[in-house]
């Protein structure tokens, strides 16, 4: 084998897949690898088997890197979900990994190099699976040269962890609260194959938190399947309303932002932290996915138009400013023209900055693929259609009521000419638009107040503001 070993990763969908990305090229240069795009020996694919276009992108991905002349691994979502039917289908890619090779990716890309041929994994129901021992929890601490010490905790279903490698010099960086989910949405196949929910340590977050810091991060972004849930394995269903102060005062972080939260587990205490607590942004990524309480129900979620609108009456009650964003399915089994007008009542009274709009489609695996009263493809086209547009002209209008309001903005990039590109507190990154600001002489990571003076659709233009 050449002594020369380089690896390349391309990283497809979520944050949670980017913070999986940042440990792997960890492991891998504590196991001798080189991280470079330059002509790479291999390069790994961290996939996102969510729904089919994400599929389809991560196909597209790997035939595209195939092309290189490179070895490809296959990882991440879509791998894991699919294992040896992904490796017959796809010829053209060297191995397909599990979350289970993730300790040794190394090792991994090594047997690779060398010809040896890595047995496809059948995909297991990691929903079977028991969660960790609070003996494993503990761990030890471990360290990478150059990277200093972290409490190796666990990062399931991927194995122990190790200290992240940032690749990217953003200010922006996302922090893992946990893995796994253990709702039972009915349209959802994300528990089958990330697992269980398992929190990791409180203490272990805090310091991650120090360390990123330490390299350039002003703000976090806390993600898992569902944060809402974060330390219900722990016995300690506050978990979260302690975790985020402590989080903001680490010395370094200016903002700290929650997304991924359930409104049926908002629980009041933690609107309360969420919406007025120094350095936690007044941010609420809610999961409402429908309005229409049959259709909720058939989900297997919970909720109706009153009980969410009540929800975003108290949330700004106690943050007048608060950002609110959302996603939602429409065209699910059995949606009426009725219920589909309840979503429509609904967003029209909801206020929201950002709204998502997905056409219901079926996924391998889920309880909602059974069921009966599916919808033809031209009546979800059409409703995916209307809730679009519908979308485009409420988040217009929510953000032109921001004009003359003050927001503090992290810039993120100099766009040249005077203008910095950056985010205000209720605007989370790449998802939620941004903010344009006019000034001299500022920097990435800082963040300065400044006051809105007009709008272009979601995207906020402010001028810093004058005097104390």
Not at 164 to 182: W, Y
Request: with cysteine; proline share 5%; glycine share 10%.
């Amino acid at each position: 084998m050449s002594s020369r070993r380089t690896a390349s990763l391309i990283t497809l969908g979520c944050a949670r897949n980017e913070v999986d990305s940042e440990e792997l090229a960890a492991r891998l240069e504590a196991a001798g690898w080189q991280l470079g795009d330059d002509d790479p020996d291999v390069v790994v694919v961290n996939t996102c088997g969510f729904i089919d276009s994400a599929k389809k992108d991560s196909i597209d991905t790997l035939l595209a890197a195939a092309d290189s002349g490179a070895k490809v691994v296959a990882a991440g979502c879509m791998a894991e979900r699919y294992g040896n039917e992904l490796a017959e289908a796809l010829p053209e890619a060297s191995a397909v990994i599990s979350f289970d090779d993730y300790a040794d990716i190394g090792g991994r890309l090594d047997d690779v190099i060398a010809g040896r041929r890595l047995v496809p994994h059948s995909p297991r129901d990691r929903r079977t699976l028991l969660p960790i021992s609070p003996v494993e929890r503990a761990g030890s601490r471990s360290s990478i040269p150059g990277h200093g010490d972290l409490p190796s905790g666990v990062a399931p279903a991927s194995g122990p962890r190790v200290l992240r490698k940032r690749l990217d010099e953003s200010p922006v960086a996302s922090l893992k609260l946990a893995s796994g989910c253990d709702r039972r949405c009915t349209f959802c196949a994300i528990p089958a194959f990330r697992g269980a929910y398992v929190s990791r340590d409180p203490d272990e977050l805090v310091a991650e938190a120090d360390w990123l810091a330490h390299r350039g991060v002003r703000e976090l972004v806390l993600v898992s399947e569902n944060s809402t849930s974060y330390g219900k394995d722990l016995g300690d269903l506050r978990a979260l309303e302690k975790l985020l102060p402590r989080l903001a005062a680490v010395e370094g972080v200016d903002r700290v932002r929650a997304s991924y939260l359930q409104p049926a587990e908002l629980r009041p205490g933690l609107i309360d932290v969420l919406a007025g607590t120094e350095g936690v942004a007044a941010y609420f990524d809610l999961s409402f996915q429908h309005a229409s309480g049959p259709v909720l129900r058939r989900m297997r979620r919970f909720g109706d138009p009153e009980r969410f609108l009540g929800l975003l009456e108290t949330i700004r009650e106690r943050a007048p400013e608060a950002g609110v964003r959302s996603n939602f399915i429409v065209g699910f089994p059995g949606e009426t023209e009725e219920e589909f007008g309840e979503l429509v009542s609904f967003l029209e009274q909801a206020r929201l900055d950002v709204i998502g709009v997905f056409g219901y489609s079926d996924e391998d695996g889920t309880e909602a693929a059974g069921f009966d009263g599916k919808l033809d493809q031209e009546v979800i086209d059409e409703r995916v259609r209307v809730l679009t547009e519908l979308a485009e002209e409420l988040t217009s209008q929510r953000a032109e009521e921001r004009i003359g309001t003050e927001v503090d903005v992290l810039i993120d990039e100099d766009l040249g000419d005077g203008g910095y590109e950056g985010r205000a507190a209720h605007q989370g990154p790449e998802v939620d638009g941004s903010v344009t600001v006019q000034g001299i002489g500022l920097v990435k990571g800082q963040i300065v107040r400044a006051v809105v003076v007009d709008a272009e659709g979601v995207d906020l233009i402010a001028r810093i503001k004058a005097g104390p």
